[in-house]
Nanobody, 121 residues
């Protein structure tokens, strides 16, 4: 299973970026998909999460500015980031809780490679 993230870059404060992440490989389905971020010198933190049925949750710091979405048919998750702030600068990672068709194989969390978002003031 591989997760390929894209869409990071440099943007001025107040601007917008959209991140995308696609999962591929031999699996049955994906439960939750989420985005985490890790700023320099800080621990990785959950930014947003979306269940297979579409329910979402966000970190308080991004509520009202970021929107997570997913396409179950394409095994993709997106993160629309608006009104970006310098403190949003971080490496963003996508995560997928993958379920396999073989019931003997446990559900497993996979991570994308990370994409850098830099917000200048």
């Amino acid at each position: 299973v591989q997760l390929q993230a894209s869409g990071g870059g440099l943007v001025q404060a107040g601007g917008s970026l959209r991140l995308s992440c696609a999962a591929s490989g031999g699996f049955s389905r994906i439960n939750t998909m989420s985005w985490y971020r890790q700023a320099p010198g800080k621990q990785r933190e959950l930014v947003a999460i979306i269940a297979s049925g579409g329910s979402t949750d966000y970190a308080d710091s991004v509520k009202g500015r970021f929107t997570i979405s997913r396409d179950n048919a394409k095994n993709m998750v997106g993160l629309q980031m608006n009104s970006l702030k310098p403190e949003d600068t971080a490496v963003y990672y996508c995560n997928a809780e993958v379920v396999f068709s073989d019931p003997r194989v446990p559900t497993y969390d996979y991570w994308g490679q990370g994409t850098l978002v830099t917000v200048s003031s």
